[in-house]
């Protein structure tokens, strides 16, 4: 599938945004962490931005943006219309909830509720996104067991880096947020390493012989209906070389996984300048690491329509 | 509205005969020239005589070489859209541009509600979809609803402009969801099959196989040709120094 950059960058700073926005809503609002104005502020803003930001870069990929709320229209039966529905529904309790953690200086009590319900809409919303690609048959590698854990793990963990970075920067870091981070991080790694080895063992049934009806030996394509490529090949031919594909998995790998996980744990013994540094050096690793592997989760898909076209 | 029909009173669509077809084109050219002024028109070429051709098509030929124990032989395979009957590619559609009819069963897109999101060209396993990048919204084969209802057309061409142009025959159009009529009985008779049935899609349109190899053909053997002699006498030798 080709990796169209506004659809990597949208699911790379929602997931991110969602995950800190739910993280906050449940320290905050039942006040684990303090309601403090400028950690307040800085945290939401961060949270609300990556998610506005994320949100207008996906109507980049649209051929006509300007009708985009009708997408809010067919949340009965897709998943696209419900990610539509839940992002902004989750606006209005992450709203309430401002006003009351990092405007009025509270938690407990309302603002709590509205914090747990701005983490329950963040959690429906990346569970949505999970499900947009996980639905598609066409396409194995995404269709799979994988995808939706995949999405909720990504965003608690790019959240909790940058929760914690965040905590950090306002010297209100704990060892818990610390440790939590860092263990989000490993379940990430763990669960992409256990993703590829997945892909790379798949055994697809869908073939050239299904594909044309043909029973049977083998099916070779020896004409193309056209001599340029056309939509259906620059959109879902998209073809990476086996070693690109590799080298591309290494740079994920250090970047969102193995530089963050070395900065946190260093973060246990630094002292708090150099804490605070090493945090924010991790969640920005972490989030151009997971740009690379949400452009993999693209390049890497394979849909059955390269079966008509004889590619492999 | 993207949810489907429970059912719909007709399954029209189309059987190809793969036995049949030369994959002379003709339909392709066809469909995009009825279509290119029909219901979802137009059909928009880019760079149409540069170097890097682009367009929207509704119908595409593939051949392919199709390889068994019992020898190798050529088949030309029109692909378009099968107007399944579990189409992904209407329930994803977020803004409900994308619909199955409850009537014929015939999938379609309201061009004025689509926003261009592409999720439904995802969706299609068969590849029948195709963005329209100079309008911004997704077009498809709509069975040239236009052509099949049509009062101002003779009733012998209220068919799809791809079974009406092609000249072998190898396209068929009807209902497939009524077993009495002439096109169901083609699909029993030949064995015809769906595309990609373990997508559970239920494409409403047939593929007929080709047919297997026979031993009809008459052989007759031709008699060994004699060896040319050299023409002898005055002829001769005025051919054979003209020769040189």
Redesign the interface.
């Known amino acids: 599938m080709h990796p169209a950059f506004s659809v990597v960058f949208f699911t790379t700073a929602t997931g991110a945004g969602y995950g800190l926005l739910a993280l906050l809503g449940l320290l905050g609002g039942f006040g684990v962490i303090p309601a403090d104005f400028w950690l307040g502020l800085v945290g939401m803003a961060l949270a609300l931005g990556l998610i506005v930001a994320g949100l207008l870069s996906s109507t980049g990929h649209l051929g006509r943006p300007e009708r985009a709320w009708r997408a809010f229209s067919q949340w009965r039966s897709s998943w696209l219309s419900r990610e539509g529905v839940a992002s902004v529904a989750t606006f209005i309790p992450a709203g309430l909830f401002s006003i009351g953690w990092v405007f009025l200086g509270r938690s407990g009590g309302w603002v709590a509720v509205a914090g747990l319900l701005t983490a329950a809409g963040a959690v429906v919303t990346i569970c949505t996104t999970g499900m947009i690609y996980a639905s598609l048959k066409p396409i194995a590698q995404w269709h799979s067991r994988y995808t939706l854990p995949a999405y909720l793990i990504f965003s608690a963990m790019t959240g909790s880096v940058l929760g914690n970075a965040v905590l950090q920067e306002f010297k209100l870091g704990s060892t818990a947020m610390l440790t939590w981070a860092l263990l989000a991080t490993l379940a990430g790694w763990g669960w992409k390493l256990a993703t590829w080895r997945y892909n790379d063992r798949l055994e697809i049934p869908t073939t050239a012989n299904t594909a044309t009806g043909l029973v049977g030996g083998t099916v070779r394509s020896i004409e193309w209906p056209h001599t340029e490529e056309n939509y259906l090949l620059k959109e879902m031919g998209f073809r990476i070389a086996r070693k690109h594909s590799a080298k591309l998995r290494q740079i994920t790998q250090a970047l969102a996984f193995a530089a963050p996980a070395v900065l946190l744990a260093t973060v246990f013994v630094l002292p708090s300048p150099l804490g605070a540094i090493a945090s924010v050096l991790a969640a920005i690793a972490q989030l151009a690491g997971m740009l690379v592997e949400r452009w993999l989760f693209f390049a890497e898909a394979k849909h059955t329509i390269r079966l008509y076209y004889g590619l492999e | 509205?993207?949810?489907?029909p429970a059912r719909t009173d007709k399954k029209l669509g189309l059987v190809i005969d793969?036995d049949t077809c030369v994959?002379c084109q003709a339909c392709?050219t066809a469909c995009k020239e009825w279509n290119t002024g029909g219901h979802m028109a137009p059909l928009t070429d880019i760079d149409p005589y540069g170097?890097?051709?682009?367009?929207?098509?509704f119908n595409?030929?593939?051949?392919?070489?199709?390889?068994?124990?019992l020898g190798g032989r050529?088949?030309n395979?029109p692909?378009s859209c099968l107007h399944c009957e579990q189409p992904?590619c209407?329930?994803?559609?977020?803004?409900?541009?994308s619909y199955k009819r409850a009537s014929d069963g015939i999938v379609l897109v309201d061009e004025d509600?689509?926003?261009?999101?592409?999720?439904c060209?995802?969706?299609?396993?068969?590849?029948a979809r195709?963005?329209?990048?100079d309008?911004?919204?997704?077009k498809k084969c709509t069975l040239c609803i236009d052509r099949i209802y049509n009062d101002n057309l003779a009733e012998e061409d209220r068919v799809p402009a791809c079974v009406a142009a092609c000249p072998t025959s190898a396209r068929h159009f009807g209902d497939l969801g009524d077993p009495a009529s002439a096109i169901s009985q083609l699909v029993e008779e030949r064995g015809g099959?769906?595309?990609?049935?373990?997508?559970?899609?239920k494409p409403t349109n047939r593929?007929l196989?080709?047919r297997a190899h026979s031993n009809r053909a008459a052989k007759v053997d031709a008699p060994a040709l004699e060896p040319i002699r050299a023409e002898g006498g005055f002829l001769g030798w005025i051919d054979r120094m003209l020769s040189n």
């Open positions: 509205m993207t949810c489907l793969l994959g392709v170097g890097h051709v682009d367009g929207v098509w595409r030929v593939h051949a392919y070489e199709h390889t068994t124990e050529t088949v395979f692909r992904a209407v329930t994803v559609c977020p803004t409900g541009a509600k689509c926003i261009g999101c592409k999720l060209s995802w969706a299609c396993p068969y590849g195709e963005f329209d990048t309008v911004g919204v997704m099959v769906a595309l990609m049935p373990e997508l559970g899609y593929y196989p080709p």
